[in-house]
């Protein structure tokens, strides 16, 4: 069985209360193949609350052997999150103390992107990496990885176990259901004075943004800083410190670690909640739950008006999120005719359930539109740095979030 539907909270146990559904949607990051048939499996997609912790979360658990089988999101080809990566590695690096002997392990490290900073600075690494294309690249490239999935039970068997400094989760504690055990992973490769850094959307933020389209079936948590400390709070850990960085149109950096570390900083904790109150529980939900109804409308619209006047439309970007994107508000190839991508192992392939082929972005400059639809949003910046030739030429962008709208490039 492929999908599961969760009843609890993964959080504490809690209730659940439904908030959001957007429908029957394929894997977001398991992209069409050109010779695999036009009709691709779908999931439903809902969004809860927990009424007791607040963290908002799927209903739907879609097997992990499934979801990250042929996985096809590498963040080596941006640019932003190069420069973010390294910056987090040059930070906890300082704050650590790493050097030489000690150990970073990353669960979820895609192709070692992360860690390959760490081991110029010196300091042992290991990856943990599911997909194994990935974790086959990072291997070629001299970073030490096991292909598994993270639990508990793998993470006595390996030799890391009690032995690491740091272990890291970016972008990766989000797309696990059984969220305590991982935790409990974690704390069993670290040293007694280790910590774990986890970097997750914040929910907050997406409900600032309306950004539903970050939802998707990989992502089954949606993060604010009191659930997250709730969680910590349940497992006799301590959230020691968290901010927000700027990554996937707002994420959370949490330092997770034992009772009594010298990394606590429990006013930046309570700094933080109150900054996301109003944001998030009950009446997040609410208003992220209206604002994709009015997105949605907003967005069909201004497409349409474009078209209309004669306008062609392509996109930029084949993340997850465009997926999600695109087939929430029902358009096609006669909407949106191609997404370009810089990651080669896309182009050639189509966005599952509305089959808009992904081309590379030399298109763009070879047989321009008139308009450039960011899927990739919170890239906007690189894309329109990298693509000036096209605003030069009077090329435009629309931008779906927070208010779906045309825009010039910068000059």
Not at 7 to 20: H, I, K, M, P
Not at 328 to 342: H, I, L, N, P, S
Not at 361 to 387: D, F, G, K, V
Request: aromatic share 6%.
């Amino acid at each position: 069985m492929s999908l599961t539907i969760r009843t609890v909270c993964r959080g504490c146990g809690g209730e659940l209360r439904e908030f959001l559904s957007l429908g029957e949607q394929p894997l977001g990051n398991r992209l069409r193949k050109a010779h695999e048939p036009a009709e691709v499996p779908r999931f439903p997609l809902t969004l809860c609350h927990c009424t007791v912790c607040d963290l908002a979360q799927l209903r739907e658990v879609v097997d992990p052997a499934v979801l990250f089988a042929d996985y096809a999101y590498v963040p080596s080809t941006s640019s932003t999150m190069r420069a973010h990566f390294d910056t987090l590695a040059a930070s906890a690096c300082e704050r650590l103390s790493l050097g030489r002997g000690d150990l970073v392990v990353d669960v979820g490290s895609n192709d070692g992107l992360l860690l390959s900073s760490f081991q110029r600075r010196g300091v042992d690494v290991l990856g943990i990496e599911p997909a194994e294309g990935l974790a086959a690249r990072a291997n070629a490239a001299g970073i030490p990885t096991v292909n598994a999935f993270f639990g508990e039970a793998m993470a006595r068997t390996l030799p890391a176990a009690g032995r690491a400094s740091l272990v890291t989760a970016t972008n990766v504690f989000a797309h696990v259901d059984d969220v305590r055990g991982f935790t409990r992973a974690a704390f069993t490769l670290l040293k007694r004075d280790g910590v774990f850094v986890v970097e997750v959307q914040s929910f907050a933020d997406t409900v600032s943004s309306l950004a539903f389209d970050m939802t998707y079936h990989e992502h089954m948590t949606y993060w604010s800083t009191a659930s997250l400390r709730h969680m910590c709070r349940i497992e006799g850990l301590d959230l020691l410190d968290v901010e927000r960085v700027e990554t996937h149109g707002g994420s959370l950096r949490a330092v997770i670690g034992r009772a009594g570390h010298p990394l606590a900083h429990p006013e930046r904790v309570e700094a933080r909640i109150a900054a996301e109150r109003g944001r998030v529980g009950a009446e997040g939900a609410t208003r992220l739950a209206a604002g994709a109804t009015t997105v949605r409308r907003q967005l069909q619209e201004l497409i349409g008006s474009v078209r209309r006047g004669g306008g062609r439309i392509a996109a930029y970007g084949a993340p997850a999120k465009a997926t999600v994107l695109l087939n929430y508000c029902g358009f096609t190839d006669r909407d949106v005719e191609w997404v370009a991508d810089k990651n080669a192992d896309k182009q050639g392939h189509f966005i599952p359930g509305v089959n808009i082929p992904v081309v590379a972005p030399s298109r763009i400059a070879s047989t321009p539109p008139t308009h450039l639809l960011l899927l990739a949003w919170n890239l906007a910046p690189e894309i329109m740095q990298e693509q000036a030739a096209f605003g030069d030429a009077g090329g435009r962008y629309l931008v779906p979030f927070p208010e779906p709208r045309e825009i010039s490039p910068p000059r």
